[in-house]
Every structure is written in structure tokens, then in C-alpha cells.
């Protein structure tokens, strides 16, 4: 994977009026990874977005793309950028293909091939020659990242892309999406708020809260760092008074589940081991011990909560 940075923020900031919307953020986007874009509602998300797309312009500090500044050279960075910021916007009175083919007119380099390879590519190839009025909401989202995808982008700044989407649908993107930074070597920036797609599509992410990096890191990192597992444990019925005590000896607390037999406890995974040879050696049952970890959306929720 190249491991080059693809966007520099560099100290970058929004004020509106006498309240700073977004402040101060200095991290790298590289080439080949999917970063994901996380905050609360308010936290700042589109305004990064617009200020990366110049939409909006920057108070302070810069935004680099392939090495050349949003603020003073927007010709030359905003060529390497594709993306949807909210809605893609589409003529609705002319066909998929149409769309394509006028946007394609934007850059001398984009042939028919390269616009039939992409329909392929978001799976519109049937319903191409059919007017865009007559596309359900995800068919036009499709269409908007084949419209962003066209000029071959090293950057692809996707904000809510799964919006209108079925779980099919979804399941697509996310492969494309992966397939298209890990193959391809695109720098994908993606905003959403289904967590748990995030979770499955993204190498990295940054949280934002109240204008504000509070986290960057690797997906996985992120959500095992000082997370403990939830473990579901199921003995005989006869013997969770027992099991009980024997998990008060390991400092846990252990509590009814759904079943009569059924505990569940808070304690580190690597710790099951353990847990499982204490109730062995004391003659309980165990019929099933399962690990439920963390999820990307715990962790969210739970760091929005300590900010809060």
C-alpha cells in the first residue's frame, strides 16, 4: 500500500460569527486506506467536508491535496478530488448515461470506455438508458459515485453514502469502496452515521466532537483500546447460585440473562481462559461460553458519553 498522504489538514479551522465550528486539525488522509469521518450531529463533519471541496472557505490553516493548498491553488487540488457532499446532483429529465456523458465533457480525458467500465463497476449497467427520474433514491446514489469516479480521483470524499441504499446495495458499496483504496490506491474519505457499517469499510477513523479531533487510529485499535468484553456463560440451572460466588472470587459481577441458567459478566477476553478452568475445577457444568467484543458503535457511543 502507498503510503503517501493523499490530504494534509494543516491546522485547519472555521469560525462563523464568534463560534469556531471546526478547530485547529492536523491529520493525514494516505493513499489506499478507507477513512471514516465520525462525530455527532454538529460536531463539524460538513464543514470539513465543504471546506474540502471548497465550498466554504477556510478561516485558518490550509487543506492540501496531492500537495497542492485548497486556498491558493483550488484548480490544481480539487482536479484529484471525486466525491458526493450530501446528495448527488443530477439531472433528472435525462438518462443515467446522459448524466455521465455530460459530465464526462468536463474532462477531455474520459472516454466511453471509461464511462461503460464504471456504470459496470456501481452496478447500473441495466437500468443506464433509463431516466433518472424513474431511479429510486440508492440508484441515484450509485449513479452520483460513478458521476465522482469518472476522472479517475486519487481522492473519493463520499459524505452519508449509503443513504437510500438496501443491505444488498450496501454490502456493494462497501466492497467497492474497499477494492477501489486497497487495489487502486484511491484515499477514500467517507462521513456516516451507520457505525456499524463503518466498522466493516474502514481502515481508519477520525472522531470529531464540538469541532474538535478527539481520536484518529486504526479501526480495530480503536475499539479494543481499554474495552472490555461482554462474555454470556451458560451453566446448569442447578448450579448458577455457585457459579455466582466462584465469579465474585475473580472481583466480577455476574448477572442474570435471559434464560434461568444464563449469566452474563464484564471482564477482558483473555481472561475466559480462566474464568472457564475455575468453574471446571469446582465441578460446574459449562454448556457454552460466548465472547461478545466491543463494537465500533459501543465505543462511539461510550466516548460521547465521557464527553458529554
Same mark, same amino acid.
Given at each position: 500500500?502507498?503510503?503517501?498522504?493523499?490530504?494534509?489538514?494543516?491546522?485547519?479551522?472555521?469560525?462563523?460569527?464568534?463560534?469556531?465550528?471546526?478547530?485547529?486539525?492536523?491529520?493525514?488522509?494516505?493513499?489506499? !486506506?478507507?477513512? &471514516?469521518?465520525? &462525530?455527532?450531529?454538529?460536531?463539524?463533519?460538513?464543514?470539513?467536508?465543504? +471546506? +474540502?471541496?471548497?465550498?466554504?472557505?477556510?478561516?485558518?490553516?490550509?487543506?492540501?491535496?496531492?500537495?497542492?493548498?485548497?486556498?491558493?491553488?483550488?484548480?490544481?487540488?480539487?482536479?484529484?478530488?471525486?466525491?458526493?457532499?450530501?446528495?448527488?446532483?443530477?439531472?433528472?429529465?435525462?438518462?443515467?448515461?446522459?448524466?455521465?456523458?455530460?459530465?464526462?465533457?468536463?474532462?477531455?480525458?474520459?472516454?466511453?470506455?471509461?464511462?461503460?467500465?464504471?456504470?459496470?463497476?456501481?452496478?447500473?449497467?441495466?437500468?443506464?438508458?433509463?431516466?433518472?427520474?424513474?431511479?429510486?433514491?440508492? +440508484?441515484?446514489?450509485?449513479?452520483?459515485?460513478?458521476?465522482?469516479?469518472?476522472?479517475?480521483?486519487?481522492?473519493?470524499?463520499?459524505? !452519508?453514502?449509503?443513504?437510500?441504499?438496501?443491505?444488498?446495495?450496501?454490502?456493494?458499496?462497501?466492497?467497492?469502496?474497499?477494492?477501489?483504496?486497497?487495489? !487502486?490506491?484511491?484515499?477514500?474519505?467517507?462521513?456516516?452515521?451507520?457505525?456499524?457499517?463503518?466498522?466493516?469499510?474502514?481502515?481508519?477513523?477520525?472522531?470529531?466532537?464540538? &469541532?474538535?479531533?478527539?481520536?484518529?487510529?486504526?479501526?480495530?485499535?480503536?475499539?479494543?483500546?481499554?474495552?472490555?468484553?461482554?462474555?454470556?456463560?451458560?451453566?446448569?440451572?442447578?448450579?448458577?447460585?455457585?457459579?455466582?460466588?466462584?465469579?465474585?472470587?475473580?472481583?466480577?459481577?455476574?448477572?442474570?440473562?435471559?434464560?434461568?441458567?444464563?449469566?452474563?459478566?464484564?471482564?477482558?477476553?483473555? !481472561?475466559?481462559?480462566?474464568?472457564?478452568?475455575?468453574?471446571?475445577?469446582?465441578?460446574?457444568?459449562?454448556?457454552?461460553?460466548?465472547?461478545?467484543?466491543?463494537?465500533?458503535?459501543?465505543?462511539?457511543?461510550?466516548?460521547?458519553?465521557?464527553?458529554?
Amino acid at each position: 500500500m502507498n503510503q503517501q498522504p493523499i490530504v494534509q489538514f494543516k491546522h485547519t479551522t472555521k469560525i462563523i460569527g464568534r463560534k469556531t465550528i471546526v478547530n485547529d486539525l492536523n491529520f493525514d488522509v494516505l493513499a489506499g !486506506e478507507v477513512f &471514516g469521518f465520525l &462525530g455527532p450531529n454538529g460536531a463539524g463533519k460538513t464543514t470539513t467536508i465543504r +471546506m +474540502m471541496v471548497g465550498l466554504i472557505k477556510i478561516s485558518r490553516g490550509d487543506i492540501l491535496i496531492n500537495g497542492h493548498s485548497i486556498a491558493s491553488q483550488f484548480e490544481q487540488a480539487i482536479r484529484h478530488v471525486g466525491g458526493i457532499v450530501e446528495n448527488p446532483d443530477l439531472y433528472k429529465y435525462l438518462t443515467g448515461y446522459q448524466n455521465l456523458k455530460h459530465y464526462a465533457r468536463m474532462d477531455s480525458g474520459i472516454s466511453k470506455k471509461r464511462i461503460n467500465e464504471i456504470v459496470e463497476h456501481v452496478g447500473l449497467k441495466e437500468s443506464i438508458h433509463n431516466k433518472v427520474s424513474s431511479y429510486s433514491l440508492g +440508484m441515484r446514489q450509485r449513479l452520483g459515485i460513478a458521476q465522482a469516479l469518472l476522472h479517475r480521483p486519487s481522492l473519493l470524499i463520499l459524505d !452519508e453514502p449509503t443513504n437510500g441504499l438496501d443491505p444488498a446495495g450496501i454490502r456493494k458499496l462497501r466492497n467497492n469502496l474497499k477494492e477501489l483504496a486497497h487495489q !487502486e490506491g484511491v484515499a477514500v474519505f467517507v462521513s456516516s452515521h451507520l457505525l456499524s457499517e463503518m466498522q466493516l469499510m474502514c481502515d481508519k477513523i477520525a472522531v470529531l466532537q464540538k &469541532g474538535k479531533l478527539v481520536s484518529i487510529e486504526n479501526v480495530q485499535a480503536f475499539i479494543s483500546k481499554d474495552s472490555i468484553s461482554r462474555v454470556y456463560l451458560e451453566v446448569e440451572a442447578s448450579q448458577t447460585e455457585l457459579t455466582k460466588m466462584l465469579i465474585a472470587d475473580l472481583n466480577k459481577t455476574a448477572i442474570a440473562g435471559n434464560g434461568p441458567n444464563e449469566l452474563w459478566i464484564q471482564m477482558n477476553k483473555d !481472561e475466559v481462559p480462566e474464568l472457564n478452568k475455575l468453574l471446571l475445577d469446582n465441578g460446574i457444568r459449562v454448556l457454552s461460553i460466548h465472547v461478545q467484543e466491543r463494537t465500533l458503535e459501543d465505543k462511539f457511543l461510550e466516548m460521547m458519553g465521557e464527553e458529554k
